[in-house]
């Protein structure tokens, strides 16, 4: 019983958490305190949301596109860099430090460059989403395949099990939750970096309506389409842990019992 109540306590606890920051937002605005033209208020925000949803929805599916195509090609780079990497040592010494280097250059100084080589089209939004979103794919991928339990893979070896063998029945299934964790990151990531082309050159998206309704000062309206991204954001990466409760039941019994034995020790 106490354990279920601390479950749902930990669950609800981030709603209360918003819903206090959203209550206190309110009486500051409505009080005057923080001018409208500052900072609109959430019941603003909500008007704005209402009053331009269908724009939003429109704008939505062309970023929705660009993050889905970039986010499919940066998962199928990354796979085949991690194999390469795993597979090869001069390979995984050659090109961790590129993979390193890609993340710290800022996707806002590369945007341009993509615009001006690739145009205005959907090809830079992709490009950008594929550079932003295949490194946590990667890293998640290279540290499965390189932390999968050893002597399962001595086991097969002495089998008689080939390489390609192994790598189906012991280091893929192994990795899965690794390339889960990664890909909670990337489907944030291919929002994010698709509304960052979009501010720089395009026609459609969320990236162009918010460039938009900035230069016109309608903060209220660049408010709501923040609170959207973000939305989609949380959204697609709940849809990610779904998935992967589905497809890893065995990764969720193993954290259930870890999540247990932790209580039982606090208890004790």
Same mark, same amino acid.
């Given at each position: 019983?106490?354990?279920?109540?601390?479950?749902?306590?930990?669950?609800?606890?981030?709603?209360?958490?918003?819903?206090?920051?959203?209550?206190?937002?309110?009486?500051?605005?409505?009080?005057?305190?923080?001018?409208?033209?500052?900072?609109?208020?959430?019941?603003?925000?909500?008007?704005?949301?209402?009053?331009?949803?269908?724009?939003?929805?429109?704008?939505?599916?062309?970023?929705?596109?660009?993050?889905?195509?970039?986010?499919?090609?940066?998962?199928?780079?990354?796979?085949?860099?991690?194999?390469?990497?795993?597979?090869?040592?001069?390979?995984?010494?050659?090109?961790?430090?590129?993979?390193?280097? =890609?993340?710290?250059?800022?996707?806002?100084?590369?945007?341009?460059?993509?615009?001006?080589?690739?145009?205005?089209?959907?090809?830079?939004?992709?490009?950008?989403?594929?550079?932003?979103?295949?490194?946590?794919?990667?890293?998640?991928?290279?540290?499965?395949?390189?932390?999968?339990?050893?002597?399962?893979?001595?086991?097969?070896?002495?089998?008689?099990?080939?390489?390609?063998?192994?790598?189906?029945?012991?280091?893929?299934?192994?990795?899965?939750?690794?390339?889960?964790?990664?890909?909670?990151?990337?489907?944030?990531?291919?929002?994010?970096?698709?509304?960052?082309?979009?501010?720089?050159?395009?026609?459609?998206?969320?990236?162009?309506?918010? =460039?938009?309704?900035?230069?016109?000062?309608?903060?209220?309206?660049?408010?709501?389409?923040?609170?959207?991204?973000?939305?989609?954001?949380?959204?697609?990466?709940?849809?990610?842990?779904?998935?992967?409760?589905?497809?890893?039941?065995?990764?969720?019994?193993?954290?259930?019992?870890?999540?247990?034995?932790?209580?039982?020790?606090?208890?004790?």
């Amino acid at each position: 019983m106490i354990k279920k109540l601390q479950s749902i306590i930990y669950k609800i606890s981030p709603v209360f958490a918003i819903a206090a920051i959203l209550i206190i937002w309110q009486v500051l605005s409505s009080g005057g305190v923080v001018p409208k033209f500052m900072l609109p208020s959430p019941k603003e925000v909500v008007k704005a949301f209402i009053s331009d949803f269908p724009l939003l929805m429109s704008h939505a599916k062309t970023t929705m596109a660009e993050a889905f195509w970039g986010l499919t090609s940066g998962i199928l780079l990354g796979f085949l860099v991690a194999v390469a990497m795993d597979r090869f040592e001069l390979a995984y010494k050659a090109i961790y430090p590129v993979l390193v280097i =890609t993340q710290t250059i800022p996707t806002v100084a590369i945007a341009p460059l993509l615009v001006l080589w690739l145009g205005y089209g959907i090809l830079p939004k992709v490009t950008l989403i594929i550079i932003t979103s295949f490194f946590p794919i990667t890293i998640g991928l290279l540290d499965g395949f390189r932390n999968v339990d050893k002597d399962s893979l001595n086991l097969l070896k002495a089998m008689g099990a080939t390489r390609f063998q192994s790598f189906v029945h012991i280091k893929f299934p192994g990795a899965i939750p690794h390339f889960f964790s990664g890909l909670r990151i990337s489907v944030a990531y291919s929002i994010i970096g698709a509304v960052v082309a979009e501010w720089l050159g395009g026609f459609n998206g969320l990236g162009v309506y918010m =460039t938009r309704v900035i230069k016109s000062y309608s903060y209220d309206k660049m408010f709501a389409v923040i609170f959207f991204i973000s939305f989609i954001s949380l959204l697609l990466m709940s849809g990610v842990k779904l998935l992967q409760k589905w497809i890893t039941p065995w990764d969720r019994e193993e954290k259930e019992k870890r999540f247990n034995n932790n209580v039982v020790r606090k208890e004790l």
